[in-house]
């Protein structure tokens, strides 16, 4: 008996140890996991933090600088030299005014358009509602180079080339908002619409003081949609806009790209200046705007 | 009902803000006969206002509008504007050497006839290439304005280093021994090329021997002895690893300003490029015309180059053809030209002191002079209306070559694809 059970102990201490022995390395690789993660994340976070980065040295720089072997990695001292000459070349104040007016109009009235369109194709049942519906998403797959000379055509009729009007008005209801809106508003429920209208609220009411309030950070999310659309929006500006002092930042950069001579100090400046509202706007819709999308992926 | 109220007054005003600023806008473009409204790119806009401060001192009157933009944007609304049916067009455009044909080919009605307004009277003071690609059934529709005559840019501290002298380089066999040469005594490149990506080199070529894609007939000549020539040099290049891959227009500026490759063979524009992006190299560099291809060949060539198209529909063409012809002709306007590395294809002022002076970037040679000498004998060639496409084949030849397949092969592939396209 007792041998048995020296046999026994000696087996579950072996147990243990083999169970020791197992766990030891369970705890390294778990820690090799994380280090490995780790660095993978560290590489991606410098792979997508480099071209800022880079922005940013080109922005402080002489243009002479960008081309040197090995490549100057640390930031100069021309940022005002840069900004000045940036200045004099497009008017920084005025196609930053463009830029922020045309983009901040176009997601105020934007969204307007887009938040009831959405709304009665998610909350009204009525005779081709599908159809409109697929309609929009189908317009989606419709090629801008396509729908280009026709509507430049249609505005030069009107007269409206070179205005800001021009600029705004063919994206006004975007079928991408139009969908990540009905999309959020299909889960609003119809039950506090309809006590609403048992106390006697009007429709407009009800959208307005009722639904709009709790839908928020699908706003949110929408209008930072448009606001980028918009902000980036080259050939459209480009082809309606006609003098300097109405480009929008995009088309202004680009007037810098010229034939055998660039100078790239202006061009980074230029960037740097562009990028630096949709951070912002972004920051501050942040919040809402990740809410907004898991909403409409849970769903 | 206050914020419905609330919302829809702020879109009124909105609106009425936006009606305000369409109506400011638009209503100062219409109607004023003294304003013209040119498209051009960066280092042409100086050159265009220089040329109307002067032209106001007889025309007071006379209001010029520069609208600054990218070189491809032109294309892109000149191109807009033009398949609109003409509307948005400006009174004067720059428009390259390589897609003016292109333009006249495509909207045959849609740019002045300059010739019937009297610029033949003119046309002796511009090299023949220029006036030809212009011209069509005899009449020209557009004013020459800068060429692109060629050479080959070289480092001058490379070709010490290796003991080589650039005047000896005559042929194209020459340049290729003195690529080795360079190659065994300094590890250095000899050229850089974006094998896959553009085909200058070979265009400057196919240039010098007086043909291009396309022949004296505007057919298809991507088989020609001249095209064969020219690929075999450059595969030669390649095969003896004399090559740097460039990929893209940023790497080939920086492999030069680098001090990477020895030699640059282009246009003259790329004076512009290398004394901004390599201000610290004054001084090592010279230029020699290109090698020929037997000696004693033609050494002149072109690579770029643009011109001033008047479109038809503007509402200001005679105003807009009167200082575009004045803006041609000074002499003073197109030397100011040269300030922003643009070489003026005007060839009454090649005696001018601008063009005899010494360059001190270039080691005090006066390269201006040499570039002027060879305008008269670049050959004109045929760019048609199918360039980029044709362009787009020639270097899928390339490439293909230089990953092995051999050139008669790649490049009469080259020329039934390309046939089957402009079809």
């Known amino acids: ?299 | 009902m206050k914020k419905v109220t609330g919302l829809v007054s702020m879109l009124l005003v909105l609106s009425m803000f936006l009606a305000a600023c369409g109506n400011s806008e638009t209503g100062g473009e219409a109607g004023d006969s003294n304003k013209v409204t040119a498209w051009a790119w960066n280092i042409n806009v100086p050159v265009l206002e220089e040329a109307a401060k002067k032209f106001k001192e007889e025309n007071p009157d006379f209001e010029l509008e520069v609208v600054e933009m990218g070189t491809d944007d032109v294309y892109s609304k000149l191109t807009t504007g033009l398949q609109a049916g003409g509307k948005g067009l400006p009174d004067i455009v720059l428009v390259e050497d390589d897609r003016v044909q292109g333009y006249m080919n495509a909207f045959p009605d849609a740019f002045v006839n300059v010739s019937d307004k009297g610029f033949d009277e003119m046309k002796d003071s511009f090299p023949s290439y220029k006036t030809e690609l212009l011209s069509k059934d005899g009449a020209m529709y557009g004013f020459p304005f800068d060429g692109g005559p060629t050479g080959v840019f070289y480092r001058t501290d490379i070709f010490e280093e290796a003991g080589v002298k650039a005047e000896d380089i005559k042929t194209w066999d020459d340049y290729i021994e003195a690529g080795k040469t360079i190659k065994e005594k300094t590890d250095k490149a000899m050229i850089g090329l974006d094998l896959n990506g553009d085909d200058g080199l070979y265009r400057m070529m196919l240039n010098q021997q007086g043909t291009f894609y396309f022949n004296e007939d505007k057919d298809v000549a991507l088989t020609s002895e001249e095209s064969k020539q020219a690929m075999e040099v450059q595969q030669t290049l390649n095969e003896e690893g004399l090559v740097k891959e460039t990929v893209g227009w940023d790497a080939w500026i920086s492999a030069m300003v680098g001090g990477d490759v020895a030699t640059a063979p282009s246009g003259a524009w790329l004076y512009g490029s290398i004394t901004q992006q390599g201000k610290d190299t004054s001084g090592n560099w010279g230029m020699i015309q290109l090698p020929a291809f037997e000696e004693g060949g033609n050494r002149a060539s072109n690579l770029g180059g643009s011109n001033y198209m008047i479109p038809s529909a503007s509402a200001n063409a005679d105003l807009a053809y009167d200082f575009m012809e004045f803006f041609s002709t000074n002499e003073d306007v197109q030397l100011s030209a040269m300030e922003g590395g643009l070489f003026p294809s005007l060839n009454t002022i090649y005696d001018n002191e601008a063009f005899t002076k010494e360059v001190e970037f270039f080691n005090n040679q006066p390269i201006w002079n040499l570039l002027a000498s060879e305008m008269e004998n670049i050959p004109a060639v045929n760019y048609t209306g199918d360039y980029a496409v044709a362009k787009d084949e020639a270097v899928k030849a390339q490439s293909e070559i230089a990953n092995g397949k051999a050139i008669d092969e790649a490049l009469k592939a080259s020329e039934e694809r390309l046939k089957n396209r402009i079809q």
């Open chain 1, 1 to 299: 008996m007792a041998k048995n059970l020296e046999v026994i102990e000696q087996s579950t201490n072996e147990l243990t140890l083999a169970e020791r022995q197992q766990k030891k390395p369970k705890k390294t690789k778990k820690k090799l996991k994380a280090v490995w993660m780790y660095t993978l994340l560290s590489i991606f976070l410098v792979v997508s933090i480099f071209p800022f980065y880079w922005m940013f040295i080109g922005a402080t720089n002489d243009s002479s600088k960008m081309f040197t072997n090995p490549p100057t990695l640390l930031p100069g001292d021309q940022f005002m030299t840069n900004l000045t000459n940036l200045n004099e070349s497009i008017g920084i104040f005025r196609v930053l005014f463009n830029s922020l007016f045309v983009s901040g109009l176009y997601v105020v009235i934007a969204l307007a358009v887009c938040a009831s369109a959405a709304y009665v194709l998610a909350k009204y049942n009525f005779k081709g509602k599908k159809f409109i519906f697929t309609a929009f998403l189908l317009s989606m797959m419709i090629p801008y180079q396509a729908t280009l000379i026709p509507l430049f055509q249609m505005m030069s009729d009107f007269n409206l080339l070179n205005t800001y009007f021009a600029v705004i008005a063919p994206q006004l209801c975007f079928p991408f908002a139009i969908f990540l809106l009905r999309q959020n508003f299909l889960a609003f429920p119809t039950e506090l619409m309809e006590s609403a209208r048992l106390d006697g609220a009007s429709e407009t009411r009800i959208f307005i003081s009722i639904v709009i309030p709790s839908m928020r950070p699908a706003l949110a999310a929408a209008s930072i949609f448009l606001f980028m659309t918009q902000w980036n929006n080259f050939m459209w500006p480009l082809v309606v806009l006609n003098t300097n002092d109405m480009y929008t930042f995009p088309v202004a950069l680009s007037s810098l790209m010229g034939l055998s001579y660039i100078d790239y100090g202006q061009v980074m400046m230029g960037v740097t200046l562009a990028t630096v509202p949709i951070i912002a706007f972004f920051l501050t819709l942040q919040k809402q705007f990740i809410s907004g999308m898991l909403g409409s992926a849970l769903k």
